[in-house]
């Protein structure tokens, strides 16, 4: 599916670098990188990438230089929020390049930021591309999934979650976004309110989308998980009673019947990391993936192995659960 | 997906009737039911199906007088060999409607029957409309959901799924079907060489397409499953070092090397029920779902909740893992 595509890569951080190493192993031709950090800029993009090799790419903070509608996918990985990434993405676009991104909500903006997602639609039907963002969660594991796994109910009543990510696996900035080893004060000051782990919400609704329901509400929260023994990791230490990570609920309502309910905990020294996911209804099926899918690795591969469908698929905004069901 | 969706059910044997049951329940409107067999010629669709109440369709084995452009669908369950189901499909899409099939050759028709697939592929097109097959196995369990499974994989060197169904729980014909109470010998006279459960080299031919791969031979075998403590159901009993059942086998190489190895163990008796994909390779990954999707129930659920699927897809010859990855 990646034979002889063109890609280029707007964004080069820590996600950003890997797909470039995975895009460049499946045989991906990188033609230009985007960037707007100074330690980036004027670098080829394979030493920037850690591929171990020059891939003959200049990062440059000028996006409309590489841009053009030559280029088969623009991957792109710059921050979380839409609002933010909307100018790199219309101009992606209306350069007539297909778009996959680790956006966290464009995964499916339709629910909290509808205008925006008209937009996208319409600015990508028009230059007749497509555009969709996706990654291990949101995107995978707590959404495509678990639509996949609705696939042989005859009725689903409601559908629950669990995601268990050992942070001490992770990278340094998860850990900390986390709260590994924080006071109990010190995360209630520095965490709750925080944006966390954005994109459950963008699953809830992913989710309902597909199943044709229409919620009522949305809800999110956070909590701490404390350490029930000592745990350290490579950057932080956590003593009993400490925090070790946090336990990140969102639900999806109808009438006050919760019809969607996912969970993600993110701790240091977690001993039972897995994605399980359970769906209530006729029949009910339960799914277990033991050690759970590890998000920093999969990210990329969910990206890269996407870029089939985005290239194959029908111009405008897309999602991941498009033409499961 | 399926609201206001108007229907033909074309075959009313056992799946054909849940077929019915699901859909109906699904708000599907049953327009129109082909059948030949002369106990069902004339009854109430709802009669044959046993929906507890009429539909206002008569079963009919003139299939030209139900089938026209109007209808959304046509759900056909009929038999497993593409080759005898042909007369029957080219018939539908010529009538300019889509179909889903549970036909069991006609999931990836494209290893075993490439003509074929060509033919109706053409057919399809020429008629603006859709063909694809489906079920639970083939067509989710051991093709679709494993495929699914290497999307956050960079890499992939081989596939393993394992399904064992309680064959105590399935109907009859499926008990006698896997050899249930007989002896080794007569299970080698009339189960060995029998085509057993159809599909596996379909769902082996699905994944190798799907993942790119050019296999060198895809073979199948089957082998008895001994009952190790007596075991009796509503039909047949094994007494230990009789047969309980079959274990089937597709393996797909590319010289030499095993890439994908489908098993699907059906006995009576089975304590350990379920379904487990593994996937090696970068990531390796694993997936259980303890207890399997039950055969008989889920297959309907598949056909019904893959309608919008094949409504919404490009004209032609159809399968599950298209636009996956």
Request: net charge negative.
């Given at each position: 599916m990646t034979d002889q595509m063109t890609a280029v890569q707007y964004g080069v951080g820590p996600i950003g670098s890997r797909i470039v190493r995975a895009g460049h192993q499946q045989g991906i031709e990188f033609v230009g990188a985007i960037d707007i950090d100074p330690q980036k800029l004027g670098r080829d993009l394979g030493d920037v990438a850690g591929c171990n090799e020059s891939l003959d790419v200049t990062v440059t903070d000028d996006a409309s230089a590489v841009l053009g509608p030559d280029i088969d996918m623009v991957f792109h990985s710059t921050v979380s929020s839409l609002q933010m990434a909307m100018p790199q993405l219309r101009e992606c676009l209306e350069a007539g390049v297909d778009v996959i991104s680790t956006c966290e909500q464009l995964t499916f903006p339709q629910y909290r930021h509808p205008d925006l997602a008209t937009e996208l639609d319409q600015v990508a039907t028009t230059n007749e591309v497509s555009i969709m963002g996706t990654g291990i969660n949101p995107g995978y594991a707590m959404d495509f999934l678990p639509t996949v796994l609705t696939i042989p109910c005859h009725t689903v009543k409601s559908i629950e979650v669990l995601r268990v990510q050992n942070a001490s696996t992770r990278r340094e900035p998860l850990q900390r976004k986390v709260g590994a080893g924080l006071?109990?004060?010190?995360?209630?000051?520095?965490?709750?309110?925080?944006?966390?782990?954005?994109?459950?919400?963008?699953?809830?609704?992913?989710?309902?989308?597909?199943?044709?329901?229409?919620?009522?509400?949305?809800?999110?929260?956070?909590?701490?998980?404390?350490?029930?023994?000592?745990?350290?990791?490579?950057?932080?230490?956590?003593?009993?009673?400490?925090?070790?990570?946090?336990?990140?609920?969102?639900?999806?309502?109808?009438?006050?019947?919760?019809?969607?309910?996912?969970?993600?905990?993110?701790?240091?020294?977690?001993?039972?990391?897995?994605?399980?996911?359970?769906?209530?209804?006729?029949?009910?099926?339960?799914?277990?993936?033991?050690?759970?899918?590890?998000?920093?690795?999969?990210?990329?591969?969910?990206?890269?192995?996407?870029?089939?469908?985005?290239?194959?698929?029908?111009?405008?905004?897309?999602?991941?659960?498009?033409?499961?069901?």
């Open positions: 006071s109990l004060e010190a995360f209630e000051e520095q965490i709750v309110g925080q944006e966390g782990h954005v994109g459950l919400t963008e699953s809830v609704a992913m989710i309902a989308h597909a199943l044709g329901w229409t919620l009522d509400e949305i809800t999110e929260d956070v909590e701490p998980v404390i350490a029930e023994a000592p745990v350290r990791t490579d950057y932080f230490e956590a003593a009993v009673g400490e925090v070790a990570g946090m336990a990140q609920r969102g639900v999806g309502r109808i009438g006050g019947t919760t019809k969607v309910d996912l969970q993600i905990s993110q701790y240091i020294g977690a001993p039972d990391a897995r994605d399980v996911i359970q769906i209530h209804g006729d029949p009910s099926l339960m799914l277990e993936i033991p050690g759970g899918i590890h998000g920093d690795r999969a990210t990329p591969a969910v990206v890269v192995n996407s870029a089939g469908r985005v290239r194959g698929g029908t111009p405008g905004l897309l999602s991941m659960v498009d033409g499961l069901r």
